[in-house]
């Protein structure tokens, strides 16, 4: 019996958000398919697939509780 069978999406929090983005679309060549910018956080999601049903979710977060910056 097989307890999983595929991935939908994948969520990252990164520390870069442009970085991250700059490879995945031209290493990978995946399409940003939405942004959302706010004052907590910027979000963006890249299409993994041909399919709409597989996506990278992206996360930056102005600040995380704990840290210093």
């Given at each position: 019996?097989?307890l999983?069978?595929?991935?939908?999406?994948?969520a990252?929090?990164?520390?870069d958000?442009?970085?991250?983005?700059?490879?995945?679309t031209?290493?990978?060549?995946?399409p940003?398919i939405?942004?959302e910018?706010?004052?907590?956080?910027?979000?963006?999601?890249?299409?993994a697939?041909?399919?709409d049903s597989?996506?990278?979710?992206?996360?930056?977060y102005?600040?995380?509780?704990?840290t210093?910056?």
């Open positions: 019996m097989n999983v069978s595929g991935i939908h999406h994948v990252v929090v990164t520390a958000i442009d970085r991250f983005i700059d490879f995945y031209d290493v990978f060549e995946m940003v939405f942004q910018t706010t004052p907590a956080f910027r979000h963006v999601l890249l299409r697939s041909s399919s597989k996506l990278a979710s992206v996360c930056k102005a600040k995380i509780r704990g210093r910056k």
